[in-house]
């Protein structure tokens, strides 16, 4: 586990610790959670991307901001939910040094970059609902998909630069990680040097890249309901508040948890391990197979395109006098309110 390096041992692996105080009776059911919130989520991303690419339809600046979203989650997960499956399952809790840290980035790139991408999500609905006649003319998809590459750059480049703050400091001593994947904050305290700047510098960082697009969001939706309210009947009102309460449920989901956890972590309050690991776990993972269902399912097109493709591979029986016998499959109907100003977007 450790090579001498002159006075000091350095560490060439972390052991994964997951909830660290979990009893072994509850590991099966704990894993098995993990494991179908991964497959739920492999599943549904999958699908997102998959009808998005395939489907000429769907090829429009919404959808492409939705597709990324959907990439950024299904990497994650793929990234750190197997290796944390793999040590209650098999025991394997070991993590080399260079993995650590390759999640280390990936675990902040991709977090970073989910901010930006739900940012770019509020601007789109913004000016639809706002400026619904000069949407095609404001949004593209050359320019929205510009944007999510820049957007990928920038994360990546935040990312990087919170990965360097961590991978420099020497690491000669205690490897066990209170976490179910690597990150900044855990690694660094693991560190044998005082390492309360580097702390502060990703704190700084992090709560930049969470708060920026955290106000961009909540701006647009101040001038979203004063428009709609503004403009709409009673129940037309209540319509469009609903679809975007769905929105501002995967923000609050996203976004309370973590800068909750920011700010506890400078302040003298210590959390206990478990409760830790638990919202951690709560903001990173629920809101990758919720977004899919909030953001997709609730969209006519991508309803249709699902309800034809299920019609395909069920398709009806008949009898001989013609009428119709009992189905293959039983039908699905999605009944959920769409927002008037959306027709032409979704």
Known sequence: ???????????????????PGLQPIFFLPVSLT?????????????????????????HHPMYIIIANLALSDLLFDTITLPKIIAKYWFGAGSISFNWCFF???????????????????????YVAICKPLRYHSIISNKLVTLLCYLCWVIASIIGLAITLN????????PNRVKSCFCSNAVLIILACIDASLERRKGFII??????????????????????????????????????CTTHLIVIGLYFIPRLFLYIISQAPVTL??????????????????????TFCLRTKKIRNILAQMFKSI?????????????????SIQFNVHEMPMYKNSL
């Open 166 to 173: 961590a991978v420099q400091l020497p690491y000669c001593g």
């Open 206 to 243: 992090a709560i930049c890249v969470h708060l920026f697009p955290l106000a961009v969001i909540v701006l647009s939706y101040i001038l979203i309901i004063r428009v709609v309210h503004l403009s709409a009947n009673n129940g037309n009102w209540q319509k469009a508040f609903y679809t």
């Open 103 to 125: 999640q280390v980035f990936c675990v902040h790139n991709l977090g970073s970059l989910d901010s930006f991408i739900i940012m770019l999500m509020a601007i789109d609905r």
């Open 272 to 293: 206990d391990a478990d409760t830790n690991v638990l919202i951690i776990s709560i903001f990173t993972f629920i809101p990758h197979f919720a977004s899919p269902i």
């Open 314 to 330: 069920c398709p009806r029986s008949e009898n001989k006098s013609g009428t119709l016998v009992k189905r293959h499959c039983t």
């Open 1 to 19: 586990m450790t090579i001498s390096m002159s006075n000091q041992t350095a560490v060439t692996e972390f052991i994964l610790l997951g909830f």
């Open 34 to 58: 993990m494991f179908v919130a991964y497959i739920v989520s492999l599943i549904a991303n999958s699908t997102v991307i998959i009808l998005i690419i395939l489907r000429e339809q769907l």
